[in-house]
């Protein structure tokens, strides 16, 4: 018998609607964007789901029981709509909730978890979001998500589940036992640079139980957006958007792409597509990223973050994250606090440039600007 390969084994990417588009989504909306996703090379740099998010459901259910699409908003249906997305060498996924509603007020999934999993099945989705609003009292989240997931299981079909319980009842400690195989371990998140650093930066308590097949999910991009679209409360700067990929590519976090794909500036296709912080990303140990400044009682903790993660090839990404407000900061890490002996001579290559920066052993230091991230991979040279 051939073996499966395992869902999750790296982090997913893809796309989905709601950041820019919440309640607006429709088929022509979703079918440029598949077609962007292949023009932009965003495909082929490894974003594989275009994931419609709530918003998409009709008013009632067929009289068979079954979803439907919005008639309006999705007059072709659904199964058209993921035989295009295929047909554009992408994977399709959809979005419902373990409530009786979803957040949005639409009709969901509680009570009916067989038959909605077999009607995605049935469409051809290969990734489900599901969310946790309007779940009756005394229902709880563990319970929930096991049903979903045993309903998918139970059509055959390969559905990467995502659990967006928000982490309120420390998913990361059951998600992956119950089937899921990302869990969003905060609220939303919205495109300014407050919610990057607090939601990116708060990351340190569950990173270590994200891995291989289950993954911790602090919410999707909101690169590119620059304040506009429906969780847009502001924007970011480049270099906040850098912080931003950086932090997810290192933790490492699932990379759904939130901004219109259809209308993105040079900068955010680069950095999106960055084949140096994508491999980080997809490195395939993975193994969780680490707080290299401990605790939220260390003294420097709030205004400069260093977080380092080991990877497959046994070289070492570091993040120089600072994110004081004014103050350009030098930043260092020593050798000691990576596992590494001091003695041990590394190349340092700037990830973000691709470039040797320096050969040396004990520590590396770098100066870092004001909410900006420099991030390095240490090369041990092996004698
Ligand atoms: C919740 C989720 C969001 C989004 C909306 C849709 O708020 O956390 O990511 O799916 O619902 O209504």
Not at 349 to 371: G, L, Q, W
């Amino acid at each position: 018998m051939t073996q499966r390969p395992l869902l999750g084994a790296t982090p997913p990417m893809g796309w989905n609607s709601w950041n820019t588009f919440g309640a607006q989504i429709t088929e022509s909306v979703v079918r440029e964007t598949a077609d962007a996703m292949v023009a932009t090379g965003l495909r082929d740099a490894g974003y594989e789901y275009v994931v419609i998010d709530d918003f998409w459901e009709a008013d009632e259910r067929d009289a068979g029981g079954r979803l439907q699409a919005h008639p309006e908003r999705f007059p072709s249906g659904i199964a058209a709509l993921a035989d295009y997305v295929h047909g554009q060498g992408l994977k399709f996924g959809i979005y419902s909730c373990a409530g009786t509603h979803t957040c949005g007020g639409r009709l969901a999934s509680y009570g009916r978890e067989e038959i909605d999993a077999q009607t995605f099945a049935d469409w051809g989705v290969d990734y489900l979001k599901y969310d946790f609003c309007y779940r009756p009292f005394g229902a709880d989240g563990p319970t929930l998500y096991r049903r979903m997931a045993q309903a998918l299981r139970a059509t055959g079909r390969d559905v990467i589940f995502s659990a967006c319980e928000w982490g309120i009842n420390e998913p990361w400690a059951w998600a992956r036992q119950a089937g899921c195989h990302l869990w969003r371990t905060t609220g939303d998140i919205v495109d300014n640079w407050k919610s990057i650093r607090d939601i990116g930066f708060g990351q340190a308590k569950m990173a270590s139980y994200g891995g291989p097949g289950g993954w911790n999910d602090p919410d999707m991009l909101v690169v590119g957006m620059r304040g506009k679209g429906n969780v847009a409360e502001g924007g970011c700067t480049d270099d906040e958007y850098r912080v931003h990929f950086a932090l997810w590519c290192l933790l490492p976090s699932p990379l759904m792409i939130g901004c219109d794909v259809r209308a993105m500036d040079t900068f955010t296709s680069e950095l999106l597509a960055h084949p140096g912080l994508i491999a980080i990303n997809q490195d395939p140990a993975g193994l969780p990223a680490w707080n290299l400044n401990g605790d939220e009682n260390h003294w420097d903790w709030k205004n400069f973050q260093l977080w380092a993660r080991h990877l497959a090839d046994g070289s070492i990404a570091v993040g120089f994250f600072n994110i004081h407000d004014e103050n350009t900061h030098k930043m260092v890490v020593g050798w000691e606090t990576l596992s590494l002996d001091p003695r041990r001579k590394c190349r340092v290559i700037d990830v973000f440039d691709d470039e040797e920066v320096c050969i040396t052993d004990v520590s590396f230091a770098i100066n870092v600007a004001p909410h900006s991230v420099k991030l390095v991979r240490l090369v041990p040279i092996l004698d």
